[in-house]
Nanobody, 125 residues
Framework: VDLVESGGGKVHTGGSLRLSCAAP????????IGWFRHAPGKTREGIAS????????FYADSVKGRFTISTDIAKSTVYLQMNSLKPEDTGVYLC???????????????????WGEGTQVLVSS
């Protein structure tokens, strides 16, 4: 599946952004969709994921309580609402997809087969 991210930008500490991950022409019937963050000088980190078949969500501790992942099945789009942003949230945000996933490693990049190109988020202090 082809994935296209959007919604990145520059905000001040405490601000909010909503990222979108769209899959034009596809149907999110039974997918694991994950959001990953690649911060400067750090390895890529899985921060949130959602199972489109039942809506279960999973979050990394670093974003729990601040970020919310959701899906609009009709639009084949997954969103990442990011609130209370911090400078350490700066990075390239990528979404990834894996169809028919039955494992439990929801935030592991090894799980995902298809990746978008990412959208840049910059949080200034």
């Amino acid at each position: 599946v082809d994935l296209v991210e959007s919604g990145g930008g520059k905000v001040h500490t405490g601000g909010s952004l909503r990222l979108s991950c769209a899959a034009p022409g596809s149907t999110f019937d039974d997918y694991a969709i994950g959001w990953f963050r690649h911060a400067p000088g750090k390895t890529r980190e899985g921060i949130a994921s959602i199972m489109t078949i039942d809506g279960r969500t999973f979050y990394a501790d670093s974003v729990k309580g601040r970020f919310t992942i959701s899906t609009d099945i009709a639009k084949s789009t997954v969103y990442l609402q990011m609130n209370s942003l911090k400078p350490e949230d700066t990075g390239v945000y990528l979404c990834a997809a894996r169809r028919y996933y039955s494992g439990s490693r929801y935030l592991s990049e090894m799980v995902y087969a298809d990746w978008g190109e990412g959208t840049q988020v910059l949080v200034s202090s």
